[in-house]
Structure formats: C-alpha cells, structure tokens
C-alpha cells in the first residue's frame, strides 16, 4: 500500500525546525500578551469588528501581524511533521498514523464539548482559538508516543 498523500521524509524535519521556535513564541504570546512593534502591516482585510461599533469587509488596515505570523507557522511545523513518511513506511506505520488521527479527532472534540458545556464567554473564544491547535499536537504526540513505544518491542512482539 502506498500513501499518497504523504511527504517525503525529508519535511519531517524542517516541520521540527519550524515548530519547536513557534511553540516557544506561541507560549511567550500566551502568557506575555508579546506583540512584535515591527510587525505592523498594512494588510487586506476580508471581515474585521475590532472596534465594536463599526463592521470592516473587504479593506486595508494596520494590523500587527504577530499572532498570524506564529500561528501560521506552528500550523504548517506541524502539518509538516504530521504529514511526512516514516523512514520505513509500510502498513503498520499507517495504522499507526490513523490510529493516532482517530485517538487525535476523538480527544480533540471531547475537549470541545467540555469547553462547550462549562466554558462561557471571552474565555470560550480563547478555547476555540487553542482548539485549532490540538487536533495537530495530540496527533504528533500520539503517533511518536506508538512510534517511540514500537522501537522499544522486540521484532517478534510487533
């Protein structure tokens, strides 16, 4: 069985490259409330409502693009990492992979429906912004877990 929709190897590693700075920056912005000054763009806004008054669509405005920038590259770190072949891949390492996707959507929701039942809010809103993340790191640490777990076993045991 050949995956196809697979990266080469070789994107595993960069995706580490990527993700392991933006998780860091991630976490500083988290709890340090970090906004780069130099990143103000002007940049094309397709709907914005920051100023609670008056509803923006389709225009320009002045932007600090931190929090898009970091997101954007944890987002593809970890599609990267989540998305590259083993160096052996063969049929166990993909049920491996959709175990841990299967295990990843699973817990994923569960979080989601417990923040929908007992979270309100502004407080509700930084949930949903965290729950974009989660599906991609309980996957990666699912899946190196039973990787890691599997390297451990004796041939005869797998």
């Known amino acids: 069985m050949t995956p196809k929709l697979l990266l080469p190897n070789k994107y595993k590693k960069i995706g580490w490259v990527i993700l392991i700075p933006s998780t860091v920056l991630g976490l500083v912005l988290c709890f340090r409330d970090f906004g780069a000054d130099w990143l103000h763009l002007k940049t094309l806004v397709l709907a914005n409502d920051a100023t609670f008054d008056k509803k ?66 502004t407080p509700f809103l930084n949930v949903m912004v965290y729950n974009m993340f989660t599906l991609l790191i309980i996957f990666i640490a699912r899946f190196n877990y039973l990787m890691y777990k599997n390297s451990k076993k004796p041939i005869d045991e797998k």
């Open 56 to 121: 923006i669509y389709f225009t320009f405005t002045d932007v600090n693009f931190t929090n898009t920038l970091i997101g954007s590259a944890f987002i593809i770190g970890a599609l990267l990492i989540s998305f590259s072949k083993e160096k052996d891949e063969d049929e166990y390492i993909s049920e491996l992979r959709l175990s841990s996707l299967l295990w990843a959507v699973l817990i994923s929701y569960l979080l989601l429906l417990i923040a929908f039942l007992f979270v309100f809010g």
